[in-house]
């Protein structure tokens, strides 16, 4: 029974592949429907001897087969379209749909293993852990938006404009660090000695930016800091040229994603993501977001918030995919208590 269910809602909506989009083949259809009830009426009333009865016939059933034949082509074209578009947004469809899945599943293992996670807890934060799986599969699904609906291209756009913001949130206080262990790194071609004084004086001019500015010190989580210093290191490796710390900048925001994506873990204790700081922040205006713009405060407000805003978007984009043929089964999961 459960397998003859599952094959009828897959025949339902591949049918419904024929109706979307509604929009050309309503107008037609209306149009069709209007011009046939006035031009009916018009011969009805009208002497079958006259000329005029016969030149009405005859745009009546011109329009009639013109239209038919409109809608037929618009039927078979959305179809098309939405067969291709299963084959070429595949990875996209996959990630969406089980969307629901993994952020119950990561809830869970949170939930069991609370103590081992410092960086926060809820659906907040399971999204969070997800980044570096979800941004690239929705950036690659832009990369064909001629298969995208308007209201999924506005929600994949939503969800990486919050990204950006994640990294950029991130990025603020790890800057003035980031170009001192460069130059530390760059000035490790000299001799001993000089790489010696240099290792302590730009070590202690990236640290003084964070003390100064935020009370707070990036030898305050060495995993982060030690992360950073083997990035900025290879960085140096790889380019030796007078822009070097012209494009820190880019280069930060770039490892910041490496991290998100592979090294999170990092992060633990620079920051929280939680569903009540989501919840709080949503009642903030951008002034009282802001106000302390490097603590722990302002980077767990903000990142929570935005990892709360991706959240919802994911959810809509997965429920739109619940009318997708073979795809419906997982887009449809929901967590049962």
Not at 59 to 68: F, P, Q, V
Not at 108 to 120: A, F, H, I, P, W
Not at 127 to 135: D, W
Request: net charge negative; charged share 30%; aromatic share 12%.
């Amino acid at each position: 029974m459960v397998k003859v269910t599952s094959k009828l809602k897959n025949l339902i909506y591949s049918i419904l592949f024929l109706f979307r989009p509604i929009t050309t083949v309503a107008f037609s259809f209306v149009f069709l429907v209007l011009a046939c009830i006035v031009l009916s009426v018009i011969i009805i009333y009208m002497d079958e001897n006259l000329k005029a009865y016969d030149v009405s016939l005859s745009i009546l059933t011109g329009i009639t087969a013109s239209l038919l034949i409109a809608i037929m082509t618009e039927l078979y074209n959305n179809y098309r379209f939405n067969t291709k578009r299963q084959r070429e947004l595949r990875e996209y469809f996959r990630c969406v749909a089980g969307y629901e899945i993994h952020q119950s599943s990561i809830m869970k293992v949170n939930s069991r293993y609370e103590s081992d996670y410092t960086l926060g807890d809820g659906r907040a934060n399971a999204v969070f852990r997800r980044l570096g799986e979800i941004i690239p599969t929705l950036r690659e699904a832009l990369n064909n938006r001629d298969y995208l609906y308007r209201t999924e291209i506005k929600e994949i756009d939503d969800i990486l404009y919050n990204y950006d913001d994640i990294v950029k949130v991130i990025s603020i206080g790890l800057l003035g660090t980031y170009l001192g262990l460069i130059r530390q790194s760059h000035d490790e071609t000299a001799d001993d000695k000089t790489k010696r004084d240099n290792e302590y004086n730009v070590e202690r001019e990236g640290m003084e930016y964070h003390e100064v500015i935020d009370d707070e010190s990036i030898t305050d989580y060495p995993e982060l800091f030690n992360f950073l210093k083997k990035e900025a290191m290879h960085y140096v490796e790889k380019k030796y040229s007078p822009d070097l710390y012209d494009q820190a900048s880019e280069q930060l925001e770039s490892v910041i994603e490496k991290a998100i994506s592979n090294n999170h873990y990092v992060f633990n204790e620079y920051f929280e993501v939680t569903d009540a700081r989501y919840e709080s922040a949503e009642l903030m205006d951008d002034e009282e977001l802001s106000y302390k713009r490097r603590n722990f405060e302002f980077r767990s407000n903000m990142i929570s918030k935005a990892g709360g805003d991706i959240d919802r978007s994911m959810t809509k984009l997965q429920k739109r995919l619940t009318k997708e043929p073979y795809i419906w089964t997982m887009a449809s999961y929901r967590k049962t208590d």
